[in-house]
């Protein structure tokens, strides 16, 4: 079955930066729409990031200038580079992502924490 894996949360502080990755296994990357998206505590669940399959890109209004979404096909691998993190950037992000004909698929998240 189609397994979505993050890695790369931890603690930062303000200013700093970090890389998330999202490796999909059990499908080829080929063709899926993928996705990054935060859930901060007592918030609901926000789209961050998308990229297509063809390598279009766009971002929330809030990560604009400071995130950049990325995806390697022959690593299977999507990345999410965060640099000037914020405080209010502290949440659990999950990768996402969705095929035509094969459906949606999410990662179990990954904790990232900004704070001094």
Same mark, same amino acid.
């Given at each position: 079955?189609? @397994? !979505?894996? =993050?890695?790369?949360?931890?603690?930062?502080?303000?200013? /700093?930066?970090?890389?998330? $990755?999202?490796?999909?296994?059990?499908?080829?990357? $080929?063709?899926?729409? #993928?996705? %990054?998206? +935060?859930?901060?505590?007592?918030? =609901? +669940? =926000?789209?961050?990031?998308?990229?297509?399959?063809?390598?279009?890109?766009?971002?929330?209004?809030?990560?604009? /200038?400071?995130?950049?979404?990325?995806?390697?096909?022959?690593?299977?691998? #999507?990345? !999410? @580079? #965060?640099?000037?993190?914020?405080? =209010?950037?502290?949440?659990?992000?999950?990768?996402?992502?969705?095929? %035509?004909?094969?459906?949606?698929? %999410?990662?179990?998240?990954? @904790?990232?924490?900004?704070?001094?």
């Amino acid at each position: 079955q189609v @397994q !979505l894996v =993050e890695s790369g949360g931890g603690l930062v502080q303000p200013g /700093g930066s970090l890389r998330l $990755s999202c490796t999909v296994s059990g499908s080829s990357f $080929s063709g899926y729409v #993928m996705a %990054w998206h +935060r859930q901060a505590p007592g918030k =609901e +669940r =926000e789209l961050v990031a998308v990229i297509t399959s063809g390598g279009t890109t766009s971002y929330a209004d809030s990560v604009k /200038g400071r995130f950049t979404i990325s995806r390697d096909a022959a690593k299977n691998t #999507m990345y !999410l @580079q #965060m640099n000037g993190l914020k405080p =209010e950037d502290t949440a659990v992000y999950y990768c996402r992502g969705d095929h %035509w004909a094969k459906g949606s698929y %999410w990662g179990q998240g990954t @904790q990232v924490t900004v704070s001094s």
